[in-house]
C-alpha cells in the first residue's frame, strides 16, 4: 500500500498518476508538474513511481527467467559433444562422464570405451588444430613449468592476448627440454622479443638458446610471493612472543606476595620474555621496512619526488633491501636476500623499457609532464588498494592536485586525455609479472589432481579448449585467446575442434 491509497483520488487518477511519474522519470520537474496537477506531495508521487516500476519488473523477469522447452535428439553428433565438453569444460575423468550422461540425458548409457574412443579422437583434432595456429604476433610471453606426478608441464603463455601457444610433457625441465619446446612453437612463427620468468636456469638455457636476442626478464610476481611467505612467519612470531610475554606477566600475578624466591624467579622470566618479544617485534618491523623498499623499487615513479624511476635506481634500492634482510637473524632472511641480490638486474629491465618508451613522448611532451602523468596513474592505482583510510584521503587529494596541475600545463582536457591514454597503454605492456601463466597454472591444477597425471593428448585438448573459450573476467572479458591474436571471434569453440550443435534441436 502506497501513500496514493490515503488520498481522495479516485482509482483512475492514481493510475494515472504512478504511469506518468513512470514514463517521465528522466524528465527534469516531472515528479513537481504531477505533485502540483494531483495535489498531493512530492514523496507521494516518488512512492507511487517506485511502486509501479518494481512491479513491472517483477512482472517481466519473470517472464525473461522462464525455459522454454527444448526437445534434444541425442544423435550420435550431440553425444560426442556432449563427451568432449565433460571433459574439459569440468574437470572430469572418463568414469565421471560415465555416470553423468545418463542424468542429462535419461535413458542414454555409454560405455566407458566409447567414451575413451570419442576423446582420443577429440584430442586428435586438437592437435591439429594447435599445430596450424601462426604464433607470429607473439612477441612477449611468460614461461613457467608445473609437475603432473613428478613430470613437469612446460608452458608458455603470450602476454598481450593471453593466448597459450605451448604446453609440453616432459620427462625433465632442463635447457634441452624447453629449447625443444620452443623450437616447436617457433617453427609455426614464434618469434620473442621478451620472456618473463622466474629463476629457473632450465627456462634462461632454453630461451637463449631459441631466442638469443629476446630480453630474459625476472618475474616480480615471485618475489613479492617469497616475501609475503617470510613475511607471515616473522609476523607469527612476533605475535606468538608477545602472547608468550602476557602468559609470564599474569602468572606473575597468581604468585603469592609473600614467596619471594618464585615471584623474582618469575620477574627474571619476564624480563627475559619480554626481551625476546622486543626482539621479535624488531625484526618483523626491519622486514616490513625492506619489503616495503622493494615494492617501492619496482614502481615506474617515485611516489615523493614525481621522477621517473631507471634501472640503476631499481638496482640500488633492491640491493639496499636485500643488505637489511640479510642483517635479519631469522629463517628465510638470508635466502630471500640471496634471491633478491641475484635477480636485482631481471628485475630492473622491465622499468628500463618502460622509461625508454616514456622518454620517447618528451619529444611531443616536456618531461616534466610525462613524469607527472605518470604519477596520476600511480595515484589512481594506490588509491584503489586497500589502504587505510588518512592513507586513501591524502592520495586522493593529491590525486585531484596532479590531474588539476596537468591540465594547466597543457592548456587543454583533450591533450591531456591523450597523454593519459597514452602513459596507462604502455604502462599496461611493460610486462614484470607472469601473471598470465600463473592463471593458466590455475585453471590447469585441478585437472592435474583429478586426472593423478596427464598425458600430451589431453594437454593438446586443454590447450584448444583453453585458446577458444570466452573469458568471463579480466582485461579480456568477453573474448577468447584466438580472437585476441588472430581478431576471428569464436561463436562455438566445439565447432572449430568439429563437434558443431547437433541439427536435431527442435
Same mark, same amino acid.
Given at each position: 500500500?502506497?501513500?496514493?491509497?490515503?488520498?481522495?483520488?479516485?482509482?483512475?487518477?492514481?493510475?494515472?498518476?504512478?504511469?506518468?511519474?513512470?514514463?517521465?522519470?528522466?524528465?527534469?520537474?516531472?515528479?513537481?508538474?504531477?505533485?502540483?496537477?494531483?495535489?498531493?506531495?512530492?514523496?507521494?508521487?516518488?512512492?507511487?513511481?517506485?511502486?509501479?516500476?518494481?512491479?513491472?519488473?517483477?512482472?517481466?523477469?519473470?517472464?525473461?527467467?522462464?525455459?522454454?522447452?527444448?526437445?534434444?535428439?541425442?544423435?550420435?553428433?550431440?553425444?560426442? $559433444?556432449?563427451?568432449?565438453?565433460?571433459?574439459?569444460?569440468?574437470?572430469?575423468?572418463? $568414469?565421471?562422464?560415465?555416470?553423468?550422461?545418463?542424468?542429462?540425458?535419461?535413458?542414454?548409457?555409454?560405455?566407458?570405451?566409447?567414451?575413451?574412443?570419442?576423446?582420443?579422437?577429440?584430442?586428435?583434432?586438437?592437435?591439429?588444430?594447435?599445430?596450424?595456429?601462426?604464433?607470429?604476433?607473439?612477441?612477449?610471453?611468460?614461461?613457467?613449468?608445473?609437475?603432473?606426478?613428478?613430470?613437469?608441464?612446460?608452458?608458455?603463455?603470450?602476454?598481450?592476448?593471453?593466448?597459450?601457444?605451448?604446453?609440453?610433457?616432459?620427462?625433465?625441465?632442463?635447457?634441452?627440454?624447453?629449447?625443444?619446446?620452443?623450437?616447436?612453437?617457433?617453427?609455426?612463427?614464434?618469434?620473442?622479443?621478451?620472456?618473463?620468468?622466474?629463476?629457473?636456469?632450465?627456462?634462461?638455457?632454453?630461451?637463449?638458446?631459441?631466442?638469443?636476442?629476446?630480453?630474459?626478464?625476472?618475474?616480480?610476481?615471485?618475489?613479492?610471493?617469497?616475501?609475503?611467505?617470510?613475511?607471515?612467519?616473522?609476523?607469527?612470531?612476533?605475535?606468538?612472543?608477545?602472547?608468550?610475554?602476557?602468559?609470564?606477566?599474569?602468572?606473575?600475578?597468581?604468585?603469592?606476595?609473600?614467596?619471594?624466591?618464585?615471584?623474582?624467579?618469575?620477574?627474571?622470566?619476564?624480563?627475559?620474555?619480554?626481551?625476546?618479544?622486543?626482539?621479535?617485534?624488531?625484526?618483523?618491523?626491519?622486514?616490513?621496512?625492506?619489503?616495503?623498499?622493494?615494492?617501492?623499487?619496482?614502481?615506474?615513479?617515485?611516489?615523493?619526488?614525481?621522477?621517473?624511476?631507471?634501472?640503476?635506481?631499481?638496482?640500488?634500492?633492491?640491493?639496499?633491501?636485500?643488505?637489511?634482510?640479510?642483517?635479519?637473524?631469522?629463517?628465510?632472511?638470508?635466502?630471500?636476500?640471496?634471491?633478491?641480490?641475484?635477480?636485482?638486474?631481471?628485475?630492473?629491465?622491465?622499468?628500463?623499457?618502460?622509461?625508454?618508451?616514456?622518454?620517447?613522448?618528451?619529444?611531443?611532451?616536456?618531461?616534466?609532464?610525462?613524469?607527472?602523468?605518470?604519477?596520476?596513474?600511480?595515484?589512481?592505482?594506490?588509491?584503489?588498494? $586497500?589502504?587505510?583510510?588518512?592513507?586513501?584521503?591524502?592520495?586522493?587529494?593529491?590525486?585531484?592536485?596532479?590531474?588539476?596541475?596537468?591540465?594547466?600545463?597543457?592548456?587543454?582536457?583533450?591533450?591531456?586525455?591523450?597523454?593519459?591514454?597514452?602513459?596507462?597503454?604502455?604502462?599496461?605492456?611493460?610486462?614484470?609479472?607472469?601473471?598470465?601463466?600463473?592463471?593458466?597454472?590455475?585453471?590447469?591444477?585441478?585437472?592435474?589432481?583429478?586426472?593423478?597425471?596427464?598425458?600430451?593428448?589431453?594437454?593438446?585438448?586443454?590447450?584448444?579448449?583453453?585458446?577458444? $573459450?570466452?573469458?568471463?573476467?579480466?582485461?579480456?572479458?568477453?573474448?577468447?585467446?584466438?580472437?585476441?591474436?588472430?581478431?576471428?571471434?569464436?561463436?562455438?569453440?566445439?565447432?572449430?575442434?568439429?563437434?558443431?550443435?547437433?541439427?536435431?534441436?527442435?
Amino acid at each position: 500500500m502506497t501513500g496514493l491509497h490515503r488520498t481522495p483520488l479516485t482509482t483512475s487518477q492514481k493510475t494515472q498518476c504512478a504511469v506518468k511519474a513512470l514514463a517521465g522519470q528522466e524528465v527534469h520537474g516531472t515528479i513537481s508538474a504531477i505533485s502540483r496537477e494531483f495535489g498531493i506531495s512530492r514523496p507521494t508521487v516518488y512512492e507511487a513511481r517506485n511502486t509501479v516500476d518494481e512491479m513491472l519488473r517483477e512482472h517481466f523477469e519473470q517472464e525473461e527467467c522462464a525455459y522454454r522447452p527444448v526437445l534434444v535428439e541425442v544423435d550420435e553428433a550431440q553425444l560426442e $559433444r556432449a563427451v568432449v565438453a565433460l571433459r574439459v569444460e569440468g574437470v572430469n575423468a572418463i $568414469r565421471p562422464i560415465e555416470g553423468l550422461l545418463p542424468i542429462l540425458y535419461p535413458g542414454v548409457r555409454v560405455s566407458y570405451g566409447k567414451i575413451q574412443s570419442i576423446l582420443v579422437q577429440a584430442e586428435g583434432r586438437a592437435k591439429a588444430f594447435n599445430g596450424k595456429a601462426d604464433l607470429s604476433p607473439i612477441k612477449n610471453s611468460a614461461l613457467d613449468e608445473m609437475f603432473s606426478q613428478g613430470d613437469p608441464v612446460l608452458a608458455g603463455v603470450d602476454l598481450a592476448s593471453g593466448y597459450l601457444f605451448g604446453l609440453e610433457l616432459r620427462e625433465g625441465r632442463s635447457g634441452e627440454d624447453w629449447a625443444e619446446v620452443l623450437a616447436q612453437a617457433k617453427a609455426q612463427g614464434l618469434d620473442l622479443s621478451v620472456v618473463v620468468k622466474d629463476a629457473a636456469k632450465g627456462i634462461a638455457t632454453g630461451v637463449r638458446t631459441v631466442f638469443p636476442e629476446a630480453e630474459q626478464r625476472d618475474d616480480c610476481f615471485h618475489v613479492l610471493y617469497e616475501l609475503n611467505k617470510v613475511r607471515r612467519q616473522l609476523e607469527q612470531r612476533a605475535y606468538g612472543a608477545i602472547g608468550r610475554e602476557e602468559d609470564v606477566e599474569k602468572a606473575l600475578g597468581k604468585i603469592r606476595a609473600k614467596d619471594q624466591t618464585r615471584r623474582l624467579r618469575q620477574k627474571r622470566k619476564i624480563a627475559r620474555t619480554r626481551g625476546e618479544c622486543q626482539q621479535a617485534i624488531a625484526r618483523f618491523d626491519a622486514f616490513e621496512a625492506a619489503s616495503a623498499q622493494v615494492r617501492e623499487a619496482l614502481a615506474y615513479v617515485d611516489l615523493n619526488t614525481g621522477e621517473l624511476r631507471s634501472a640503476g635506481q631499481v638496482q640500488h634500492l633492491l640491493a639496499q633491501a636485500a643488505q637489511v634482510l640479510a642483517g635479519i637473524d631469522a629463517p628465510g632472511c638470508g635466502k630471500l636476500a640471496g634471491y633478491l641480490t641475484n635477480r636485482a638486474p631481471g628485475l630492473s629491465l622491465a622499468t628500463a623499457a618502460l622509461n625508454k618508451q616514456l622518454r620517447e613522448l618528451t619529444t611531443a611532451y616536456p618531461e616534466s609532464v610525462v613524469s607527472l602523468a605518470c604519477l596520476i596513474w600511480r595515484l589512481v592505482s594506490e588509491c584503489k588498494e $586497500r589502504s587505510a583510510y588518512c592513507q586513501r584521503h591524502e592520495n586522493q587529494r593529491l590525486l585531484a592536485g596532479a590531474y588539476a596541475r596537468l591540465q594547466a600545463l597543457l592548456g587543454s582536457s583533450s591533450r591531456t586525455d591523450t597523454l593519459l591514454d597514452t602513459v596507462k597503454g604502455l604502462l599496461g605492456r611493460r610486462y614484470r609479472a607472469s601473471s598470465a601463466i600463473e592463471g593458466f597454472n590455475a585453471a590447469l591444477r585441478p585437472y592435474l589432481y583429478v586426472h593423478k597425471g596427464v598425458t600430451q593428448n589431453f594437454l593438446e585438448l586443454f590447450r584448444a579448449h583453453y585458446n577458444l $573459450r570466452t573469458r568471463r573476467w579480466g582485461r579480456h572479458k568477453g573474448t577468447s585467446a584466438h580472437e585476441c591474436l588472430t581478431g576471428i571471434p569464436v561463436e562455438d569453440w566445439l565447432s572449430l575442434l568439429g563437434y558443431p550443435p547437433s541439427s536435431t534441436l527442435h
